[in-house]
């Protein structure tokens, strides 16, 4: 079964740092790949996606991804912290090995930025 | 667009009383998805409908765990009767169509039970 492995379940940034999230997930096939945010007491948003179009992908709010079939990794960056992104950030896959239409869920991680 | 809406937003309830959470997808969706989150085990798929048929129910904990869909534009998860380790938030989300893959998500039902 397909899964996802988000590393560090908290990410402390300074405000105007390189913000770098990990995401590596496990399909024999590569899925399609998503990053979403929830801000407190929130629902899900959708950031940005991988669809087997261009491995390196525009999201909202300057961030961006890179699918890499190599390391089985998606990981998703901004060049520079906002205190507004301060939230917390879900990788997720869909199809894949199962070709499932659902979400699969990383564990999350709660992004923090520092003044 | 409203978007997808859930009802209620707050739910708090007693141990062993019957809870109903609703749902209204966006209109034109024909995918909808019901997940619990909690700090233990994070987002878990519930259920899938594909143009209100259930498609997966694997994830649905127990048998006092049940999900209708009785039109493209209404969908409820009922549990009967409710624990405290039901305590969780519920979501719920929709996706346009086949060949599509973004899922919007509703607010949540914050589900208490004491």
């Known amino acids: 079964a397909q899964s996802v492995t988000q590393l560090g379940s908290h990410v402390s940034v300074s405000e105007g740092a390189l913000v770098l999230l990990r995401c590596n997930y496990s399909?024999?096939?590569?899925?399609?790949l998503f990053w979403y945010v929830q801000y407190p007491n929130q629902g899900l948003q959708l950031l940005l996606k991988y669809t087997s179009a261009a491995t390196l992908v525009k999201g909202i709010n300057g961030f961006e991804a890179e699918f890499k079939k190599s390391e089985t990794s998606f990981h998703l960056t901004k060049p520079s912290a906002h205190m507004s992104d301060a939230a917390e950030y879900f990788c997720?896959?869909?199809?894949?090995?199962?070709?499932?239409?659902?979400?699969?869920f990383g564990s999350g991680t709660r992004l923090q930025v520092q003044p | 667009d409203a978007g997808v809406i859930q009802s209620p937003r707050h739910e708090v309830t007693e141990m062993g009383q019957e809870v109903t959470l609703r749902c209204k997808p966006i209109s034109g969706h024909n995918s909808l998805f019901w997940y619990r989150q909690t700090m233990m085990r994070g987002l878990e798929l519930l259920i899938y409908?594909?143009?209100?048929?259930?498609?997966?129910d694997s994830g649905m904990p127990e048998d006092r765990f049940s999900a209708k869909m009785p039109n493209a534009s209404f969908s409820t998860l009922k549990i009967q009767p409710s624990e405290p380790r039901d305590s969780a938030v519920y979501f719920c989300a929709s996706i346009r169509s086949q060949g599509r893959t973004e899922a919007f998500f509703g607010q949540g039902t914050r589900l208490t039970v004491v």
């Open positions: 997720a896959v869909m199809g894949g090995d199962t070709g499932r239409r659902a979400l699969t």
């Open positions: 399909s024999s096939v590569p899925p399609y």
């Open positions: 409908f594909n143009n209100n048929v259930p498609i997966d």
